[in-house]
């Protein structure tokens, strides 16, 4: 149980444009979802929490005209790199935290994004 | 001071010894302990998660938290070299919108 699922895994494409990230939790509903980046050999830097139907609370340092989220549904989350730079390549990491077990978080395999 | 401190490391064990890793932290609040590993490029898998002090076990996995030192542990019994990965420690409370605080997380390699 609590398998949380990304698409795509990798992803590579030109600057200027947008990548849409999909985070979904396949065998349980998530109160909120997270959305982390991570750069190599490093730990994981908290961007954003969603929660669904709601406008999505950035962390200091994050622009969110640039990555926008949207939770739409309890097992459905995304995110969407706009206008794509180079320094935004990066694996980026989604979480779900169950309804019936916040402050637990379950990951997802992450997404790996290359811009040219 | 930061909220959790943990031994980036790497930290080398030959196969089959025990291993040790551990994490302390700074608020007292902290009611929700967790152990998360991580392999190169995936995202982290939750190991063990415990609720207050005391020990957990699951499998070759223990856990331990101490509230009263502020300090909890992750023992890895008969280790292997499937266990090298990176281990991220992590805690909350209840009043962070759900948010967990991770530590920077230890390298762990198994020597076969």
């Known amino acids: 149980g609590a398998v949380v699922s990304q698409h795509p895994s990798w992803v590579i494409c030109k600057s200027g444009t947008s990548v849409k990230i999909e985070c979904r939790s396949l065998?349980?509903?998530?109160?909120?979802m997270f959305w982390y980046r991570q750069f190599p050999k490093q730990s994981l830097m908290l961007m954003a929490t969603s929660n669904e139907g709601s406008k999505a609370t950035y962390e200091q340092g994050v622009e969110k005209d640039k990555f926008l989220i949207n939770h739409a549904s309890l097992t459905l989350s995304t995110l969407t790199v706009t206008s794509a730079h180079p320094e935004d390549s990066s694996f980026y990491i989604c979480s779900a935290s169950p309804l019936e077990r916040p402050v637990t978080q379950y990951f997802g395999p992450g997404t790996r994004l290359l811009v040219l | 001071q930061k909220e959790v401190e943990q031994d980036p490391g790497p930290l080398s064990v030959p196969e089959g010894a025990i291993v040790s890793l551990n994490c302390t932290y700074s608020?007292?609040?902290?009611?929700?302990f967790m152990w998360y590993r991580q392999y190169s490029r995936k995202g982290p898998e939750l190991l063990m998660y415990t609720y207050s002090s005391g020990n957990k076990e699951d499998g070759r996995f223990t856990a331990q938290v101490d509230k009263s030192s502020k300090y909890i542990s992750l023992f890895i019994r008969d280790s292997q070299p499937s266990d090298s990965a990176t281990y991220l420690c992590a805690m909350s409370d209840l009043n962070r919108d759900d948010k967990i605080i991770f530590g920077k997380g230890t390298r762990l390699h198994i020597l076969p």
């Open positions: 065998d349980f509903q998530a109160t909120t």
């Open positions: 608020n007292s609040a902290f009611q929700y």
